[in-house]
């Protein structure tokens, strides 16, 4: 059976996309391996070294652009990671780290949503149940 390993988020800066997905958010840093003027740059969940990566991408690839675009201005975040609390998380990323939130702490059904800015041309969606 197939399972996921890695997930990619298409980014502009990768070293700017670390310091967001690694130092705000507190994911851990896996693989930092130089490739060419690029990196091999993966981060687990904290407390799940051996789990899924997320694969910080350079968003070179001439689609990557114009979709990330299309998904900001449409208010659509590219993927999803569950918090323990949404609200207490959305509140430690704006007092703690000044991030932007494009969507506060909502009801969708049975969990809690809020959208927030990645700093690297994304929205990211944050939700707990």
Known sequence: MPKVSYCSVFVDDQ???L??????LG?????DVPMGPHR????T???????AQLLLEPDEHPAAKPFKAALVED????TAFEVDDVHGEVRRLVDEHGVTV???PSPAGP???AVVDDTCGNLIQLFSS
Do not use: M, N, S
Not at 27 to 31: D, G, P, S, T
Not at 40 to 43: D, S
Not at 45 to 51: I, L, M, R
């Open 15 to 17: 070293e700017r996309a």
């Open 19 to 24: 310091r967001f997905y690694r130092d705000v």
């Open 27 to 31: 994911f851990a840093l896996k693989h």
């Open 40 to 43: 091999w740059l993966t981060l």
């Open 45 to 51: 969940a904290p407390g799940d070294p051996d789990g």
């Open 75 to 78: 208010g659509i975040p590219l």
């Open 102 to 104: 494009v969507q506060p």
């Open 111 to 113: 969990v809690t949503i």
